[in-house]
C-alpha cells in the first residue's frame, strides 16, 4: 500500500516538473519567436543607385520599410542623416538594404584604379581641387574634358577667358591627395586635393601644363557619345550678351 502510495506521488511529482519544463520551453521558444518577428526599420533601394551619387540625393532612389529584424542586414543604416557627406562606393540595386559599409568619403572612391597608357601618349598628373574633378567621383578609365580659364592682355587690357580646350582626354590613374589650407587665416576651409593623371599626346601636355601654371583648369566626365559641337571662348561680353 505504501509502496503503490509513494509511486503515486512519484508519478504526480514528475508529471508536474515535466509540464513546467514543457511550459517553460514553449514560453521560451515563443520569446525567441516573437524576438525575430520584431519589426524595425530600414531603407531599401528602389531604383539603382549609381557610383558616386551623393547621400543627399538619394531619397528618390529608396524607401524606407518595416521588417522582421531577423531579415535586417548587420550594418544597416537607421538615419540618413548618418551618411551626409559621403558617396556610393559601387551601383546599389533595387531590393538592396543600405548599409553603412556600402558608402565613403568623395575622395577615397577616386582613389581607385589604373590603366594602361595608349601607345604614343605620355601621361600628366595634375592636382585639383574636388569641385574641378567633377566632385572627385572620377575614375580610372573614364574620359574627360578640359577647360581652361587663363587671362588673355587683348590692346593692353587684360580679359579673362574661359574654353574647353580638349575632349575626351583618357584618365589612368586617380589618387587622393592631401588636405590644404589656403592663406587665408586660421578660418580658412580646407581645400581637398585630388591627383588625376591623364593621357595625352606631347603638344596637349605642354598646354595643360600651361594652363595649370597659368590659369585654372577644370575637368568634366565626356563620355564617348557626348558631342562636341558648339565649343568657343567665352569671355565677360560672350557670358553676358
Known amino acids: 500500500m505504501k509502496t503503490r502510495l ?4 512519484v508519478a504526480i511529482i ?3 516538473v515535466g509540464t ?19 519589426l524595425v526599420s530600414v531603407f531599401v533601394v528602389t531604383t539603382q543607385i549609381p557610383q558616386g551619387t551623393k547621400a543627399e540625393d538619394i531619397t528618390t532612389f529608396i524607401e524606407q520599410k518595416q521588417i522582421p529584424a531577423v531579415a535586417a542586414v548587420p550594418g544597416r543604416v537607421t538615419k540618413l542623416s548618418a551618411l551626409a557627406g559621403t558617396v556610393a562606393d559601387a551601383a546599389l540595386v533595387p531590393g538592396e538594404q543600405l548599409i553603412s559599409s556600402r558608402w565613403v568619403e568623395a575622395a577615397d572612391l577616386a582613389a581607385r584604379g589604373d590603366v594602361k597608357v595608349p601607345d604614343g601618349m605620355q601621361v600628366l598628373t595634375l592636382a585639383l581641387p574636388l569641385e574641378r574633378v567633377v566632385g572627385g567621383v572620377l575614375k580610372a578609365g ?26 575626351k582626354v583618357l584618365v589612368t590613374a586617380v589618387q587622393a591627395g592631401t588636405t590644404t589650407t589656403p592663406d587665408a587665416g586660421a578660418d580658412a576651409t580646407p581645400v581637398s586635393v585630388i591627383m588625376v593623371t591623364l593621357a595625352r599626346t606631347t603638344p596637349d601636355i605642354e598646354s595643360l601644363v600651361w594652363g595649370q601654371q597659368f590659369g585654372t583648369v577644370w575637368l568634366t566626365i565626356e563620355p564617348d557619345k557626348a558631342t562636341e559641337a558648339g565649343s568657343r571662348v567665352v569671355d565677360g561680353s560672350e557670358m553676358f550678351r
Not at 27 to 38: M, P
Not at 157 to 163: D, F, I, Q
Open 14 to 16: 514528475l508529471a508536474l
Open 142 to 167: 573614364d574620359t574627360v574634358g578640359v577647360v581652361i580659364t587663363a587671362t588673355k592682355t587683348v590692346d593692353g587690357t587684360e580679359m579673362l577667358l574661359s574654353k574647353q580646350v580638349f575632349h
Open 6 to 9: 509513494i509511486g503515486a506521488i
Open 20 to 38: 513546467f519544463a514543457l511550459t517553460g520551453y514553449v514560453r521560451g521558444a515563443d520569446a525567441r519567436a516573437a524576438d525575430g518577428a520584431a
